[in-house]
């Protein structure tokens, strides 16, 4: 009757909290396990079986989370996303206090981690994955959208003069290429050179 809790009900909601906060942790394991596969195997050599082995938890278990390789593969897209929009929303909480130098530092590094190592496996699987593809593609173009904004913000950029816009684009066009080149070699010394050159550049375009 209304109103009314019985012993029951609170058992089965005591039993169904652990289960759901179990469910979701299974379901974080494996968001993080496929982002790790991505990272290191690439498309081809992250199939469920590989995410499900290194997140701990049976091929079956998986797929109640995530039927097909598809939908875990996207799932996995939305949270390389959020996850990546996270980092560069945490780089720096306070500002950046003038200190374009370090804006620059901090975003090569975001482009050249693990979080955009696992997004340029998911580019060339959506290259040939219809299934993948578009959401890849909106969820990168929010992505984009959030870095160049918080870019201005954190470099002081008054994107109303002339070319500071494509300046900053070229900045971090310039991070994305030492993220690719990063795939090959890790060149610390050379992009830390690199760095320091382009910050150089803003002060003079920027003011």
Same mark, same amino acid.
């Given at each position: 009757?209304?109103?009314?809790?019985?012993?029951?009900?609170?058992?089965?909601?005591?039993?169904?909290?652990?289960?759901?906060?179990?469910?979701?942790?299974?379901?974080?394991?494996?968001?993080?396990?496929?982002?790790?596969?991505?990272?290191?195997?690439?498309?081809?050599?992250?199939?469920?079986?590989?995410?499900?082995?290194?997140?701990?938890?049976?091929?079956?278990?998986?797929?109640?989370?995530?039927?097909?390789?598809?939908?875990?593969?996207?799932?996995?897209?939305?949270?390389?996303?959020?996850? &990546?929009?996270?980092? @560069?929303?945490? $780089?720096?909480?306070?500002? =950046? #206090?003038?200190?374009? *130098?370090? !804006?620059?530092?901090?975003?090569?590094?975001?482009?050249?981690?693990?979080?955009?190592?696992?997004?340029?496996?998911?580019?060339?699987?959506?290259?040939?994955?219809?299934?993948?593809?578009?959401?890849?593609?909106?969820?990168?173009?929010?992505?984009?959208?959030?870095?160049?904004?918080?870019?201005?913000?954190?470099?002081?950029?008054?994107?109303?003069?002339?070319?500071?816009?494509?300046?900053?684009?070229?900045?971090?066009?310039?991070? &994305?290429?030492?993220? @690719?080149?990063? $795939?090959?070699?890790?060149? =610390? #010394?050379?992009?830390? *050179?690199? !760095?320091?050159?382009?910050?150089?550049?803003?002060?003079?375009?920027?003011?």
């Amino acid at each position: 009757m209304g109103g009314v809790t019985t012993v029951g009900d609170r058992a089965d909601r005591a039993d169904r909290v652990p289960k759901q906060d179990r469910s979701r942790a299974t379901r974080q394991r494996l968001l993080e396990a496929a982002v790790a596969c991505l990272a290191e195997h690439g498309w081809a050599g992250s199939t469920v079986s590989v995410v499900a082995e290194r997140a701990g938890v049976s091929r079956g278990a998986a797929q109640h989370h995530f039927p097909t390789r598809e939908d875990l593969f996207t799932a996995a897209v939305e949270y390389v996303a959020e996850e &990546r929009s996270t980092a @560069l929303r945490a $780089l720096f909480p306070q500002g =950046a #206090a003038g200190d374009r *130098r370090a !804006v620059v530092s901090g975003l090569v590094d975001l482009y050249t981690g693990p979080l955009f190592r696992a997004a340029l496996h998911l580019w060339v699987a959506a290259s040939n994955e219809e299934q993948l593809r578009p959401r890849v593609t909106e969820l990168e173009a929010r992505v984009g959208r959030e870095t160049h904004r918080i870019a201005v913000d954190l470099l002081g950029a008054d994107e109303s003069r002339p070319g500071v816009r494509e300046t900053v684009q070229g900045l971090l066009d310039m991070a &994305r290429g030492l993220g @690719l080149a990063n $795939l090959l070699t890790d060149d =610390a #010394a050379r992009r830390d *050179r690199v !760095v320091t050159q382009w910050a150089l550049l803003l002060e003079e375009t920027l003011g």
